[in-house]
Each structure stands twice: as structure tokens, then as C-alpha cells.
């Protein structure tokens, strides 16, 4: 029976151990962008902590060995526990490197989850278990802990409990496994009553932060983002914020603005009319990302246009801005159009399959901060792209800013260029992000920017418009490289960009 609780036992600490990597994983990919440097380095750190940890194990007596794992399992699940909330605040509130306070904690917890295996191998071993059937029974559960929380993590546990509740889960598991490996060997422990009152008082604070954890998430976005929240979700794909100061409603994803109510007015007048202000005999047109449903609502303004197909990866966005007043209100209820079909797909999978051509084309995604946004900036995107858009069709593309980005801002108009468009650069600006860039792409080259609208508009007229096409010597043209999909270059170029801005 002993024997079985130490094998189970590795089961639970290997689930454990991979799901506080993945929560400080995905924590500072949302935190900081490029998930692949992330992710890299804290693999890198956490298995190089857990060969020190495995090290370091060979110096706990044999008869300490169950004690010491006791106690490893109580440290674990406490700073493991707490590590997610630690590192939200820390970004929040805090003056402390987050970085320097990331590695700190992914090392503590690899050091611990390295001893543990030794541990529970020692463990067995002074029971007379057979060498080949220890290691193999034991390596068998921790690799099957390793793919459970491999799978739970993206479908169950980040959408549905977020990350912080997420850490605070698997710390109380470690001390469920400090609990009963107290009670299945009682007889051998000394001081017991003092670790069942340390085991006790540390699932205490493990369960109270977990009661507490939207309080604490609240908390810290109020003071990662200033304003008052009053929409928040944690997806498979992004972390949803709206935030409210006055009359401002403010959009971000991942802890970056998308939108200011106050401005936002002009950039999607930017986006959507030098396409479709040229476009007067335009029927179908296709909207890439804008999940937000406030370039749709621009669209729709035009009595010819009789269909919108509006591809975004994230249900939860579009539902947000279908459902919720305040959201519904600012994009003027454009998502439950009759006209509007939302197709919540990943819009590269999507081009592959799609059938049908498109007078215009709006693609409107995040910036290409990370390697799953680049892709849909390379060539093969544009290929696709291309293939759906009528011969005298346009296409827009939202482009970063060629005065904060200009090496990504131009690698996107050598993109387009690479796959065959005609491009016409062009920028407006937007008070809530500085100077911002738009390119538009024509199967045939001769586009020239409307003289006129047909609609009234808050932002655009004839002046605007042909200062939006001319670009002083500051923001003027960089001979880039196309974004390829198997280098990406363009989310370097975006790094290298802002680097310097915050710089």
C-alpha cells in the first residue's frame, strides 16, 4: 500500500511541477510578448533547476528522506501555489524586476521538483522494490502526470480558472500529497503534529488565495491598467480586458490597448474608407480579426455593400461585443447584422478552406508581437489572401506605426509586394497610439485615394485623406525583407522597433 501511495504520488508532483512551467510560461507571454523567447527560457531554467535539485538530493540521509520529501512538497505547493499571483502583482504594483523575480521563482520551484523524483526513488528503494520496476513504474507516472496537465492546461484549466487560480490548484495538490504521505507513514515520522500543523497552515493560505483569486486578478489589472474593469476573460487564446474611465472605454488584449472610445473613431475611418470610398460597386466584403465589430460598423454604413463575412479566432471577443451593452453600443449592434456572418475560426485555416470571391478585404489582427501573429503577416498569408479578392478588388491591412515600428511597418509592405499586390502606404493619426499605418494592396496597380465620401465622417475629407498617403522624411521607406514563414522576421523587426521607443 505504501509503496502504490509513492508511485501515485509521482503522478500528482510531475502534474504539478509542468503546470507551474506552463502557468509562468503563458503568464509572461501575455506579460511581455513573443511567446517562443518566453517559453524557451523558462524551460531552459526549470529543467537546469531541476538537475541542480537532483543533485542536490544525494546529500538528504536516507533516514530523512520521506521528512525531507514532506517538507519539499509543502515548499513547492506554497511558492509554486503562489508563484502566478506573485508575478501578476509584482508586473502590476510593483518595483521589482519582473523578469529577475520570473527566474527567481521558476528556479526555486525547478530546484524542488528536481529532489522529488530521488526522493520518492529512494524512497522505494528502501522498501526492496526491484531496480528495473522501480524506475520504470516511477518514470511511467511522472511522464503520464507530465501529458494529463499537458492537455488539461490549454482546454480546461487557463480558459475556465485562469492562471493565478490555476497555480493555487496544483500548490494545494502538492500538499495533498504532503497529507497523505504524512498519514500512509505516520509510524516513521518524528514531529508529527508539527507537520500536520505546517501542512495545514500552508493548504490554508493555498485555499484562501485560490477564494480570492478574481479579487487579486481585479486588483492587479486596476493597477496595471489604471481604470476601472468592467469586462474581463481569460481565453484559450488571450486575455480579454475592458477597462472604463469616465466616457473612455478601453479595449486590450494580452495587456496591450487595442482601442480608446474617445479616438477610435479615426482609425477605423482610416481602415475601412480609402478602401471602400473607392470601391462604389463593392457587394462582398471580407473582415480578417476586427472581432470588436467597430470596423464592421463602418462597413455597413455603405447601402451597396451586401454581405460581410467576419472571420476571428476567439468566440469569447465576439460574443463579448454581440452580448454586453456598452460593447454592443459602440460597435452599433454591427455583429447581429443580418448581413454579418462571424465565423470564429484561425483565419490562415480558414483562407485554406474558403470558398468564394470578396470585393474588399479588411484585415484588421493584433500587432505581430508574437510568432502566432507573424504568420498571419507572411507571405503565404498574403498568397492566400490574394486568391480571395476580385481583380480589381482591395485589400487593407492594419500595419503597426511607421513612425514607432518602421522596420516592421515597411517588412509588411515588402510582404505584400512579395506575393504580387500593388501597395499604397499610408497613415493616420490616432492620439490614443501616435502616428499609425495602414497599407492597401491592389491586385491591378493605378489606386487613387477618394476625393470625396459619399458618407459623412468624423475624421476623413479630401485634405486628410491626401495627407494620409504622403509620408515626411521620418517615417519615409526602408528597403525591408519580406516576412516568411519560416523565419518570421517581421516579429524581430517589431521587437527590435519598440525595444528602441521604450529604450
Given at each position: 500500500m505504501t509503496k502504490r501511495i509513492l508511485i501515485l504520488s509521482v503522478f500528482v508532483v510531475a502534474s504539478c511541477g509542468l503546470a507551474y512551467e506552463l502557468v509562468a510560461g503563458a503568464l509572461s507571454s501575455y506579460l511581455l510578448g513573443?511567446?517562443?523567447?518566453?517559453?524557451?527560457?523558462?524551460?531552459?531554467?526549470?529543467?537546469?533547476?531541476?538537475?541542480?535539485?537532483?543533485?542536490?538530493?544525494?546529500?538528504?540521509?536516507?533516514?530523512?528522506?520521506?521528512?525531507?520529501?514532506?517538507?519539499?512538497?509543502?515548499?513547492?505547493?506554497?511558492?509554486?501555489?503562489?508563484?502566478?499571483?506573485?508575478?501578476?502583482?509584482?508586473?502590476?504594483?510593483?518595483?521589482?524586476?519582473?523578469?529577475?523575480?520570473?527566474?527567481?521563482?521558476v528556479f526555486l520551484v525547478g530546484l524542488l521538483v528536481g529532489m522529488e523524483v530521488p526522493l520518492v526513488m529512494r524512497a522505494l528503494n528502501a522498501r526492496q522494490t526491484a531496480f528495473t520496476e522501480l524506475v520504470s513504474r516511477v518514470l511511467t507516472f511522472d511522464y503520464l502526470g507530465a501529458l494529463a496537465v499537458s492537455l488539461l492546461f490549454p482546454l480546461v484549466l487557463a480558459p475556465h480558472l485562469g492562471l493565478v487560480r490555476t497555480g493555487f490548484l496544483f500548490g494545494m495538490l502538492n500538499v495533498g500529497v504532503a497529507c497523505w504521505t504524512l498519514y500512509a507513514f505516520r509510524a516513521e515520522l518524528a514531529d508529527l503534529a508539527g507537520r500536520v500543523l505546517r501542512a495545514c497552515a500552508v493548504l490554508f493560505l493555498l485555499a484562501l488565495g485560490f477564494g480570492l483569486s478574481e479579487r487579486m486578478v481585479d486588483w492587479g489589472e486596476h493597477g496595471l491598467f489604471g481604470d476601472e474593469v468592467v469586462y474581463a476573460t481569460s481565453t484559450p487564446y488571450q486575455r480579454l480586458v475592458v477597462t472604463r474611465w469616465k466616457d473612455d472605454l478601453r479595449l486590450y488584449i494580452n495587456g496591450n490597448l487595442q482601442f480608446s472610445s474617445r479616438d477610435e473613431y479615426r482609425y477605423h475611418e482610416a481602415l475601412v474608407h480609402p478602401v471602400l470610398g473607392a470601391l462604389p460597386w463593392a457587394r462582398s466584403v471580407l473582415v480578417l480579426g476586427g472581432g470588436d465589430g467597430l470596423a464592421l460598423r463602418e462597413i455597413l454604413r455603405y447601402p451597396n455593400i451586401r454581405h460581410v463575412t467576419l472571420v476571428d479566432l476567439d468566440p469569447a471577443m465576439t460574443r463579448a461585443f454581440t452580448q454586453r451593452a456598452e460593447l454592443k453600443a459602440l460597435n452599433r449592434g454591427s455583429l447581429s447584422d443580418p448581413r454579418v456572418t462571424v465565423i470564429n475560426a484561425d483565419a490562415a485555416q480558414w483562407l485554406q478552406h474558403a470558398d468564394g470571391m470578396f470585393d474588399a478585404a479588411i484585415v484588421d489582427f493584433p500587432d505581430p508581437s508574437s510568432f502566432a501573429l507573424g504568420k498571419l503577416y507572411s507571405v503565404p498569408f498574403y498568397g492566400l489572401l490574394k486568391k480571395r479578392v476580385s481583380e480589381n478588388g482591395l485589400v487593407v491591412v492594419q500595419s503597426t506605426s511607421p513612425f514607432f515600428a518602421p522596420r516592421a511597418y515597411w517588412t509588411i509592405d515588402a510582404t505584400l509586394r512579395e506575393v504580387g499586390f500593388a501597395t499604397y502606404p499610408y497613415h493616420a493619426y490616432v492620439p490614443s497610439f501616435g502616428e499609425w499605418g495602414f497599407i492597401l494592396a491592389a491586385n491591378r496597380p493605378g489606386y487613387a485615394p477618394p476625393e470625396r465620401y459619399a458618407l459623412p465622417m468624423r475624421y476623413l475629407n479630401a485634405d486628410t485623406t491626401r495627407e494620409m498617403f504622403a509620408f515626411p522624411p521620418d517615417m519615409a521607406r526602408l528597403p525591408m525583407a519580406p516576412n516568411r514563414l519560416n523565419t518570421q522576421s517581421l516579429v524581430r523587426e517589431f521587437e527590435h522597433d519598440w525595444r528602441q521607443v521604450i529604450r
Open positions: 513573443d511567446s517562443i523567447l518566453q517559453f524557451s527560457t523558462i524551460i531552459g531554467c526549470y529543467l537546469f533547476a531541476m538537475g541542480v535539485g537532483a543533485h542536490v538530493s544525494k546529500y538528504v540521509a536516507d533516514e530523512d528522506v520521506l521528512a525531507r520529501f514532506i517538507d519539499i512538497e509543502l515548499a513547492v505547493g506554497l511558492i509554486g501555489g503562489v508563484s502566478a499571483a506573485l508575478l501578476f502583482m509584482s508586473f502590476s504594483w510593483m518595483t521589482a524586476p519582473f523578469r529577475t523575480l520570473l527566474y527567481v521563482l
